[in-house]
């Protein structure tokens, strides 16, 4: 038999329960749409004791910024075995999940926050990105990146982050289209970025060398050879 009395949360469970509250109201609405009133009533509590966890509405907005930038920045992080293309494929997928579980919270967290967002909240998502850009390096066996390659890799980045925000406005295309052409679109970039340069070049060979034919690089040479059947190949010059 239960006798109906709460567990008092310690300072540190408390907090962790209000950035839980904060991203699930989040996920349904913007940032500068929810009030500390409605997520102090999700917990349960008052609002003064909201105040005493967290002195202002945009630290809490911070701390939550804070769990979803290391939860997103996590899924960028893949093992680097087997095939290239499907190894970006399954982390486009995991990029999608956080997008379609986050909806708002995912543009609030591009923008930086509510109301354009502080330094602060701008530095996260900037480390969100530099996580992205490093383990894309990891996958592509590159140590010092040329100019040429870290252009591609962060307009890659930038991409798929229009592309997410556009999809959220209305998903009018599948969502797993959307993640097949992403990866799609990193090998097209490479591919413009290679025939202007001769280390851009070999990093595309090797990016796509022992790719199975049913593979998303695969099937994106199996696309483009459909489109222009017997065209001759050209040196690079």
């Given at each position: 038999m239960t006798t109906g009395v709460r567990r008092r949360m310690g300072v540190e469970e408390r907090k962790q329960q209000l950035i839980g509250v904060a991203l699930e109201l989040f996920s349904h609405r913007s940032p500068e749409d929810v009030s500390?009133?409605?997520?102090?009533?999700?917990?349960?509590?008052?609002?003064p004791l909201v105040y005493h966890y967290f002195p202002g509405k945009q630290s809490l907005y911070e701390?939550?910024?804070?769990?979803a930038a290391d939860d997103l920045a996590a899924r960028f992080v893949e093992p680097p075995r087997g095939p290239r293309g499907a190894r970006l494929l399954r982390?486009?997928?995991?990029f999608f999940?956080?997008?379609?579980e986050h909806g708002p919270g995912f543009s609030a967290l591009l923008r930086g926050?509510?109301?354009g967002g502080s330094s602060s909240a701008n530095a996260m998502i900037d480390e969100v990105r530099q996580i992205a850009y490093e383990q894309t390096l990891i996958h592509l066996d590159v140590?010092?990146?040329?100019?040429?390659?870290?252009?591609?890799i962060r307009s890659w980045v930038s991409l798929a982050e229009t592309t997410a925000l556009l999809w959220l406005d209305g998903r009018r295309i599948p969502r797993a289209e959307l993640e097949l052409?992403?990866?799609?679109?990193?090998a097209a970039l490479a591919a413009v970025s290679a025939a202007y340069d001769r280390e851009m070049a070999d990093i595309l060979v090797r990016m796509l060398a022992d790719e199975p034919a049913?593979?998303?690089?695969?099937?994106?040479?199996?696309?483009?050879?459909?489109?222009?059947?017997?065209?001759?190949?050209?040196?690079?010059?």
């Open positions: 500390i009133d409605e997520i102090a009533a999700a917990a349960g509590i008052s609002r701390a939550a910024l804070r769990r982390v486009m997928g995991r999940d956080f997008v379609d926050g509510p109301a140590e010092k990146p040329s100019a040429r390659l870290e252009l591609v052409q992403l990866v799609h679109d990193f049913d593979s998303p690089f695969g099937d994106l040479v199996a696309r483009l050879s459909a489109l222009a059947p017997g065209v001759p190949d050209q040196p690079l010059r």
